[in-house]
């Protein structure tokens, strides 16, 4: 999960050598944390966080074949 998080941050984003995804994982719960550059949080977020929710989308059916649950936080 956390190389789809990250390949999909560097393509969208204009300083790609900032991007930082960490992946925590807990019973059935794995949380992905992607840091960007303050300059690409935008592109990142997407207008009314239509790029953000899209990531998170692909991440959860990527997840349910391995059965846990899967949250994506965007930090600057």
Same mark, same amino acid.
């Given at each position: ?5 990250? *390949? %999909?941050? !560097? ?9 930082? #995804? ?6 059935k719960t794995v949380t992905i944390t992607l840091k960007v550059a303050p300059d690409d949080m935008g592109? *990142? %977020?997407? !207008? ?9 989308? #692909? ?18």
């Amino acid at each position: 999960m956390k190389e789809l998080v990250e *390949v %999909i941050a !560097k393509s969208l984003v204009d300083h790609p050598e900032e991007v930082v #995804v960490t992946e925590e994982e807990n019973d059935k719960t794995v949380t992905i944390t992607l840091k960007v550059a303050p300059d690409d949080m935008g592109k *990142v %977020i997407g !207008k009314q966080g239509r790029i953000a929710k899209s990531i998170r989308t #692909v991440v959860k059916a990527a997840a349910t074949k391995d059965d846990k649950k899967v949250m994506v936080e965007i930090m600057q």
